[in-house]
């Protein structure tokens, strides 16, 4: 189990992976798995009342209210992992995780507010004392964030710095636009399309593998990947983008399918 929440000495409720979460009412001498008909990974739980929020992987979260379980996509393109929650009440609550991400709701996760905040590392935990104080933290530093007015502000404490650097993974040449693509399969996937070399990267662009060269045009413009079937990709070549070729081969070879120059 990953975390635990007590509602009252005896009623409380645990949270685990492939979407388990079990129950007690007697203060832990027995528990009951809940059928949460999710099969994620569940990172963090709180509750309050009737309102029970689970963080979870691949950027949803799970709301329970006694009586039925529902998902909520918070539909981030990168699936970033759901890894704090910290509820106020029946109808708000704060979920942290993936890149540094905080946001709040006041209307029971129907709409989120997300805040700004210094950590620009991924967050792990949020609590909140009552609805104005607060404090978050990150599995990468040893940093606090707090806030007093509800997240509209997160502040570090007085004499803690933040220093920011960036590290060269992979050079990029004959490419305007964009020539990035995220694997539709792999969450932690990345296809780049650079000039005439198509890479990937299976490690969030720490490593990168050279999947083919010699592809056709100039300048890549714009690069997708089919979502049901990495075989299929396109990409619009040169300043202009008047050019579009095709692959069915996961881009061990590629076909035109516009030509301004045919």
């Known amino acids: 189990m990953t975390d635990v929440k007590f509602l009252t000495p005896l009623s409380g409720f645990a949270c685990g992976d492939n979407g388990t979460v079990i129950y007690t009412s007697n203060g832990g001498g027995q528990w009951t798995q809940l059928a949460t008909n999710s099969t994620k990974n569940l990172n963090s739980i709180d509750a309050f009342g009737t ?7 691949d950027g949803v979260i799970l709301k329970y209210n006694f009586i039925s379980w529902t998902t909520i ?3 981030i393109t990168t699936k970033s992992d ?5 509820v106020i ?16 709701t006041t209307d029971g996760g129907v709409t989120r507010t997300y805040q700004s905040n210094p950590m620009m590392a991924p967050l792990k935990r949020i609590y909140f004392f009552d609805a104005n104080k607060g404090w978050a933290v990150s599995s990468t530093n040893n940093a606090i964030m707090r806030t007093t007015n509800g997240g509209a502000n997160w502040l570090f404490p007085s004499n803690v710095n933040v220093n920011i650097s960036f ?3 992979q050079s990029i040449s004959g490419s305007i636009g964009n020539p990035f693509c995220l694997h ?31 592809i056709p045009g100039s300048s890549c413009h714009s690069f997708f ?5 990495t075989n299929l990709m396109i990409a619009s070549k040169g300043a202009g983008g008047g050019r579009v070729i095709g692959s069915s081969n996961y881009g061990a070879t590629w ?3 516009i030509n301004p120059i045919n």
Not at 51 to 57: H, K, S
Not at 185 to 190: Q, T
Not at 204 to 209: D, N, P, V
């Open 167 to 169: 590290t060269q993974k």
């Open 225 to 229: 990947v089919n979502a049901n079937d």
């Open 255 to 257: 076909y035109d399918i």
């Open 82 to 86: 759901v890894r704090g929650v910290s």
């Open 184 to 214: 539709p399969k792999n969450k932690n996937g990345i296809f780049l399309l650079s000039g005439s070399t198509l890479y990937r990267s299976l490690d969030r662009g720490e490593t990168w593998t050279t999947l083919a060269t010699s």
């Open 89 to 104: 009440n029946l109808t708000t609550f704060y979920t942290c995780g993936g890149g540094g991400f905080i946001n709040k």
């Open 51 to 57: 309102n029970v929020i689970v963080a979870a992987n």
């Open 73 to 75: 996509d918070y539909k």
